[in-house]
């Protein structure tokens, strides 16, 4: 079975620019859940979707963030326009029931903002 | 504010002995506590868990310590190998939300 996959693993742009992140969940898993890590500091949630609807999106840092889920299976992160400070990690995570320690994780897309 | 804090950035341990990582957090709501294990490109996976009802949780090598009163948790590995080596987050949650809360994460390093 496929495990959870993000797309791109690296991007670098420009402050300013736009970045769409993409991230496919294990196949039949309705939660995905957004984190985000800036360097060497604590992972952060981002949002929580059930099939395609925000279940929770209180870790949204600004609406330069836009995550979509249509149709309930992938979904994107859009940040738009890019600042310094959303340079990390985001990392997609999948589950199919609510416990925590079912979350199966993604490598991560590690966004650079020049 | 940082609700779970992992103090040690990193920890050396010998090959075959014992590695004790350290988490320490602030807010009393947190009723399940779990450890991730993370290598270099890859995503955090799951480790071992423990809910507020218990003060241990053993799995193999692996064991988790709960201190409610002092609102710490420890993980321990023993023996330690040398795949060990990664970084280890502490993470929280309340009941009430399944929110993960995280801490900034241990890299462990074991020896030869």
């Known amino acids: 079975e496929a495990g959870v996959t993000q797309f791109p693993s690296h991007s670098v742009i420009e402050k300013g620019q736009t970045v769409t992140l993409r991230c496919d969940p294990i196949?039949?898993?309705?939660?995905l859940y957004w984190y985000r890590r800036v360097m060497g500091k604590e992972i952060k949630f981002l949002l929580h979707?059930?099939?395609?609807?925000?279940?929770?999106e209180s870790g949204m840092p600004n609406n330069r963030f836009l995550a979509e889920r249509t149709g309930g299976t992938y979904s994107t992160l859009k940040v738009q326009p890019a600042e310094l400070e959303d340079s990390g990690v985001y990392f997609c995570?999948?589950?199919?029931?609510?416990?925590?320690?079912?979350?199966?994780f993604g490598p991560g897309t590690r966004l650079l903002v020049l | 504010d940082q609700q779970v804090k992992q103090n040690s950035p990193s920890l050396s341990v010998q090959e075959g002995r014992i590695s004790i990582l350290n988490c320490d957090y602030t807010?009393?709501?947190?009723?399940?506590f779990l450890w991730y294990k993370k290598y270099p490109a890859e995503g955090p996976t799951f480790l071992i868990s423990?809910?507020?009802i218990k003060d241990k949780n053993e799995d193999g090598r692996f064991t988790v310590f709960l201190n409610k009163s002092a609102k710490h948790l420890s993980l321990h590995i023993v023996p330690s190998q040398p795949g060990d080596s990664a970084v280890y987050f502490c993470?929280?949650?309340?009941?009430?939300?399944?929110?993960?809360?995280w801490g900034a994460g241990t890299k462990l390093i074991i020896k030869p």
């Open positions: 995570a999948s589950s199919q029931d609510l416990r925590e320690e079912t979350q199966y």
């Open positions: 196949s039949g898993h309705d939660n």
């Open positions: 979707f059930v099939k395609e609807s925000k279940q929770d």
């Open positions: 807010n009393s709501m947190f009723d399940y």
């Open positions: 423990i809910s507020s």
């Open positions: 993470a929280a949650s309340a009941q009430s939300n399944y929110q993960l809360i």
